[in-house]
Each structure stands twice: as C-alpha cells, then as structure tokens.
C-alpha cells in the first residue's frame, strides 16, 4: 500500500492517493482493536457471535450519537 501510495503521487493520480492512504489508515486501525489479537476475534468460541461487527461498526455509531 506504501508503494502503491508512492506511486499515485508520481502519476499525479488523487484517486489512487486517497484510496491508498485509505487502506493505510485503516490497517493502522486494525492494529489496535484488541479483536485482531486473538482467536476467538468474533466471539464464536464464547457464544458471542457477531461481536467484532458491533465493535467495529455499531459501537462507534452508538457513541458518537450520545456524544
């Protein structure tokens, strides 16, 4: 993704930047949910299925709504 981004730079190519930089971001974030950390990353080992969609989709939306 690094060179990817390097190279939409090189090409004049906005799009390509920003769907790069995009990814980068996002994988920056992947590395700190604590989800990613372990096996049980949806809670299908624990009956808790489905947690890793609420932790990463609806937990921030209910958040930003009591905000």
């Known amino acids: 993704m690094y060179y990817q981004t ?4 090189e090409r004049n190519n906005p799009e390509g930047i920003l769907y790069y930089s995009a990814n980068i ?3 920056v974030a992947d ?4 989800l ?3 096996e049980n990353y949806n ?3 624990t009956g ?3 947690i890793h969609g609420f932790w990463e989709s609806r937990l921030p939306g ?3 709504r009591r905000l």
């Open 25 to 27: 971001g996002h994988y």
């Open 36 to 38: 990613h950390c372990t």
């Open 6 to 9: 390097g190279d939409g730079h």
């Open 43 to 45: 809670g299908q080992m």
């Open 62 to 64: 209910i958040i930003r």
């Open 31 to 34: 590395a700190h949910v604590p």
């Open 48 to 50: 808790q299925s489905g």
